[in-house]
């Protein structure tokens, strides 16, 4: 059966230093009292494995690596993730020839507590990791390590191509767009490895589950993301950057105080009008890059967009580095915080997650060993993230279902959700299981008979009831 689903469904100058000085005030309230968010929103597991698929293999693989994050330390400044960079939702398959498979990676991300401003020079986001996800998966910024090369006219760096002017890491002029360029190799889950490093360069959240599809992996292999955009609802906190300040889905509150309601949280940035790519958008001559084209559109290189500075009448867009000052449901009085940036269709928007400069002071945060006392982090409670009101929090689609219904859950599931399907005069019909840090699961439909039928939802909590119908 093939499944695909389509649901239908800049600061304020006046606020900053007030914001910037509360935040760090709660960051050391949340230290103390040890709910800092950077302690508390780790998806941990010590039971599920991760699973992947292969080319031509609808039946996901088990691996033999536990998926999420294993174990949350935290001192008086930091917390310390450790995680083998392994989601819940099935990994692969990148149908770009990629050879690489998500393998463990054996990790431990240090996060500050208190993440501070950067008042210098912005440091540039870089290749491989720069920041991670609350499951433990690594987020990188747009880039894709490959770059235009005039003394070729040809596309440098990356496996299989030629190498680049002065080495693999020189500064490159035009340098390519993951999102655009690497598209065929993404999963459903929108991610893909470099050398087993499996990561998101944007936003986490399924192809299937954006209003328009730009990709159709999910047809035949589905898979979940990290998140569901609701359009109602504060988008979850999904990670955080290697400057420690805190990584949002897509929407948020449309004020950054906390009013105004729901609202997508956009870019500043655009596509330049450009036919040729001879200056950057700062005016800065340099060697020029391949002309606009079919081969090279508009959006293929980074330095194809350019910054417009917004005004505080519009404060649902993101600063220059791809954030702002607000509050949010987890930082009530107030933090800086990167967005994950989505166009009105729900698909990907430059720069993504973060960048192309940090706002805070940056360090690598993936270290190899703790060296300071620790406290082990318990979660004292389960259960469905971000749902105030768990009834409204659980929708079945299609109603009426005919091959299929598929269960999502608006908030982040922090523990295994038992799910069983019942006729209406209670008969069983089916059980499946939803993974901690997944959104959705489906009850095969196909072989029921018209009419009303029961799902039961079990969490440690609670049990919810849903009805559905079924038409064939």
């Known amino acids: 059966m093939s499944i695909s689903l389509t649901l239908k469904t800049n600061p304020n100058p006046i606020m900053k230093s007030n914001l910037l000085i509360t935040a760090f005030m709660l960051c050391g309230i949340f230290a103390d009292a040890q709910t800092n ?176 599809e730009v990709s159709d992996v999910c047809d035949l292999y589905p898979a979940d993301g990290l998140y569901t955009i609701i359009s109602s609802q504060h988008s ?13 889905g897509a929407y948020g509150y449309l004020n950054a105080d906390g009013t105004g309601g729901i609202a997508r949280i956009k870019s500043s940035y655009q596509l330049r009008n450009i036919t040729t790519r001879t200056h950057h958008a700062d005016g800065t001559d340099v060697t020029d890059g391949p002309a606009v084209s079919v081969t090279y559109p508009l959006g293929y290189f980074r330095e194809d967009y350019e910054y417009i500075a917004t005004s505080p009448l ?75 009101a768990t009834d409204l929090a659980v929708s079945i689609y299609p109603n009426p279902a005919g091959d299929f219904a598929a269960v999502q859950f608006s908030g982040l599931v922090k523990e295994n959700v038992t799910l069983e399907l019942y006729d209406i005069t209670g008969r069983f019909i089916q059980k499946t299981v939803m993974n901690q840090g997944s959104t959705i699961v489906y009850f095969d439909t196909r072989t029921l008979y018209t009419g009303e039928y029961i799902v039961r939802i079990y969490t440690s909590s609670e049990v919810i009831s849903k009805k559905i119908s079924v038409v064939k």
């Open 236 to 248: 979850p906190l999904i990670g955080f950057a290697y400057d420690g300040f805190p990584v949002y």
């Open 37 to 212: 968010p950077a302690i508390t929103s780790w998806l941990q597991n010590t039971t599920i494995m991760g699973r992947h698929y292969t080319s031509g293999n609808f039946t996901p693989v088990q691996d033999n690596v536990l998926a999420n994050v294993q174990t949350v330390q935290y001192s008086a400044s930091f917390a310390y993730a450790t995680t083998n960079g392994i989601p819940t939702y099935i990994t692969g398959p990148f149908l770009d020839g990629n050879p690489s498979l998500a393998t463990d990676q054996n990790a431990i991300f240090k996060i500050p507590l208190s993440p501070v401003q950067n008042t210098g020079t912005p440091t540039a986001t870089t290749g491989g990791n720069i920041g991670v996800f609350i499951n433990g998966v690594a987020m990188f910024d747009y880039r894709d390590g490959v770059a235009w090369n005039p003394n070729t006219s040809a596309l440098c760096g990356g496996p299989g191509n030629t190498a680049c002017p002065g080495g693999p890491t020189a500064t490159m002029d035009w340098n390519r767009d993951a999102i655009p360029a690497e598209m065929g190799g993404f999963d459903c889950s929108k991610a893909h490895p470099a050398m087993g490093n499996y990561h998101h360069h944007q936003n986490p959240s399924a192809f299937s589950l954006d209003l328009v």
């Open 314 to 388: 519009t404060p649902d867009y993101l600063d220059e580095h791809n954030g702002r000052f607000c509050v949010t449901p987890e930082y009530p009085a107030g933090i800086y915080c990167y967005f994950a940036t989505v166009d009105a269709n729900w698909n990907s928007a430059y720069p993504y997650l973060i960048g192309p400069t940090f706002y805070g002071t940056w360090a690598n945060r993936k270290v190899s060993s703790i060296t300071e006392s620790v406290t082990t982090y318990t979660p004292s409670t389960t259960g469905i993230a971000d749902n105030t």
